[in-house]
C-alpha cells in the first residue's frame, strides 16, 4: 500500500483543504501539487483538463508513493474524476463538489452556486445535484485573482460586475471553486448571507475513506511537500507560509 495523500489543483485553491486534512489527520504523508504552468483551470475545456489529470497522475506515480489522490479542485472534478477512476480503478480518488445540500437544508429560498466557466459547462455537477432552488453561476475572474493576491477591492469589484446578470434572488451562497474558500470572510461581508463550502466536509471525507481502506497512519513523523508545475520560487514561498508557518491563506 501506498505511503502518501497526493493533493491536485491548479494553484493555491485546495491548500485550504490540505490544511485541514493535515489538522484531522496529523500522522499521514502529504503531497500538494500545484499546476500553476496550466492555471486557470476554469478557461479549459474538457479534453484538455482530462490530459492534464493524466499526466501529473503519471508523473506522481512513477515518483512517489502514494494512496490517495484528492482532486482539491472543483473543476478537475467535475470535468475529470469520472475518467480517472475509470483508469486507475484500484486508487482511490476523492474530489470536490459544491456544498449545494447543506445551502438547500438550512435555508429557505434560492441558493446562488459560484463556479468556474468550465465547472459550469460540465453537465456533471447540474446532473449530479439537487437542481431545485438553485442557480448556477460562472464567474470568469475570481480564481485568478485570488491566486494573483489581488487587492481585496479589486476582488469584489470584478465579482459585481460579474453578477450583474443575476435576475433571480437567493438567500445563500455555495462556493463551487476551492480558490472562493480562501475568501469566504470576504464574501460573507460582501453578500451578507450564509455562504457555505466544502473544506470541513471533503476533509471529513479522507479521513472516513482512509478509516475504510484500513489505511489511516496513527502515530509516528509526518512529512508534507509542495511541488509546482512551473517553479516560481515567490509562490513556493507563499505555499509554504501557509503549509509549514500557519500564515493565514
Ligand atoms: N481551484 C479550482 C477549482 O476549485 C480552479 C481554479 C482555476 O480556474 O484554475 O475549481
Do not use: W
Not at 501529473?56 to 470535468?79: P, R
Request: aromatic letters at 8%; charged letters at 20%; proline letters at 4%.
Amino acid at each position: 500500500m501506498g505511503r502518501n495523500i497526493a493533493f491536485i489543483d491548479s494553484g493555491i485553491g485546495g491548500l485550504s483543504i490540505f490544511n485541514a486534512t493535515r489538522k484531522i489527520l496529523p500522522n499521514e504523508d502529504y503531497i500538494y501539487y500545484a499546476d500553476n504552468a496550466n492555471m486557470p483551470y476554469g478557461q479549459l475545456n474538457r479534453e484538455q483538463l482530462q490530459k492534464i489529470a493524466l499526466k501529473i497522475i503519471d508523473t506522481l506515480l512513477d515518483n512517489y508513493d502514494i494512496k490517495m489522490f484528492v482532486i482539491a479542485c472543483n473543476t478537475l472534478t467535475a470535468n475529470a474524476i469520472d475518467y480517472l477512476r475509470e483508469v486507475y480503478p484500484r486508487m482511490p480518488f476523492i474530489g470536490c463538489e459544491p456544498n449545494v445540500k447543506q445551502a438547500l437544508k438550512e435555508n429557505s429560498g434560492n441558493t446562488l452556486v459560484l463556479m468556474t466557466p468550465s465547472s459550469f459547462a460540465c453537465n456533471r455537477i447540474s446532473d449530479r445535484l439537487h437542481c431545485k432552488r438553485t442557480i448556477f453561476m460562472p464567474i470568469r475572474e475570481l480564481a485568478i485573482l485570488i491566486e494573483e493576491e489581488a487587492d481585496d477591492k479589486i476582488i469584489i469589484n470584478s465579482l459585481k460586475k460579474e453578477l450583474s446578470s443575476i435576475k433571480e434572488s437567493f438567500s445563500s451562497v455555495v462556493l463551487g471553486c476551492t480558490h472562493y474558500s480562501l475568501k469566504i470572510d470576504l464574501l460573507k461581508d460582501f453578500f451578507c448571507l450564509p455562504v457555505y463550502d466544502g473544506v470541513a466536509g471533503t476533509a471529513r471525507h479522507i479521513k472516513e475513506l482512509n478509516a475504510v481502506n484500513q489505511s489511516l497512519v496513527n502515530s509516528g513523523y509526518t512529512s508534507s511537500s509542495i511541488i509546482l508545475s512551473r517553479p516560481d520560487p515567490a509562490k513556493y514561498i507563499r505555499y509554504a507560509n501557509i503549509v509549514f508557518n500557519g500564515k493565514k491563506i
